[in-house]
């Protein structure tokens, strides 16, 4: 069963037009993120919520917001897409247990820009 | 439209034979690391995770090997599968300042042929 659950699993947009891509998990993680990932390449960590504070990385462009309304979903807002935003969005989880910081990620969605 | 990847590092394995993957990370501080498997157009899969207290770590058909001293990382796939097939990317974490987010490897495409 799946237990990160990204919707849709592909998204097409416009250029400049406001897209919002969902997160929504049942381990009821306190961690959420969302990674970029672009062909070939590894995933790009955007931002994550430890529980309600939000983490931004120094180098995410000001185009992505997110949202996190309770425990179980997150959103990611991009503003005004860019054909250089086109790319796999990752959604992850994760509880830290000790030392471990196992992230667990839901199947991603490919957004393409037009 | 996307960007134009980089070109992943490749190998190719025989089915049944061992498979080594490695990986070189940056960070002396990091304590803790973690092996990924990504399926083409899928979200990356847990596969086996390792402290900085240990330098072997065995899972089912697979063994990572932490060399501190030179900071490298290898995942070992024995009898290797044509489910195998994937790209591989290490990951590591400094869990002792708190740092929640995971810096991932440029990743290693296996390809298993029958």
């Known amino acids: 069963d799946a237990m990160v659950i990204q919707n849709p699993r592909y998204q097409v947009t416009q250029f400049g037009k406001p897209v919002t891509l969902s997160c929504s998990q049942t381990?009821?993680?306190?961690?959420m993120y969302w990674y970029q990932q672009k062909s070939s390449q590894a995933p790009k960590l955007l931002f994550h919520?430890?529980?309600?504070?939000?983490?931004n990385e120094a180098d995410t462009p000001d185009n992505f917001q997110s949202r996190r309304p309770n425990t179980s979903f997150c959103f990611l807002d991009i503003r005004s897409p860019g054909l250089g935003d086109a790319a796999m969005y990752l959604c992850?989880?994760?509880?830290?247990?000790?030392?471990?910081?196992?992230?667990?990620f839901g199947a991603g969605t490919r957004l393409s820009v037009l | 439209g996307e960007s134009v990847g980089l070109h992943l590092p490749t190998l190719s394995v025989q089915e049944g034979d061992n498979s080594i993957i490695n990986c070189a990370y940056s960070?002396?501080?990091?304590?803790?690391f973690i092996w990924y498997k990504q399926e083409s157009g899928k979200g990356p899969q847990f596969i086996i995770d390792?402290?900085?207290?240990?330098d072997k770590r065995q899972g089912q058909r697979v063994t990572v090997l932490l060399n501190k001293t030179v900071k490298h990382l290898s995942l070992q796939i024995a009898a290797t599968q044509p489910g195998d097939s994937a790209v591989y990317f290490c990951?590591?974490?400094?869990?002792?300042?708190?740092?929640?987010?995971?810096?991932f490897g440029s990743g290693t495409r296996l390809q298993v042929q029958p």
């Open positions: 960070n002396s501080a990091s304590d803790y």
């Open positions: 992850a989880t994760s509880i830290r247990q000790g030392a471990k910081n196992i992230q667990y």
């Open positions: 390792i402290r900085s207290n240990m």
């Open positions: 919520y430890y529980d309600k504070d939000f983490n």
């Open positions: 381990l009821n993680h306190n961690v």
């Open positions: 990951a590591e974490n400094e869990t002792r300042t708190g740092r929640r987010a995971l810096t």
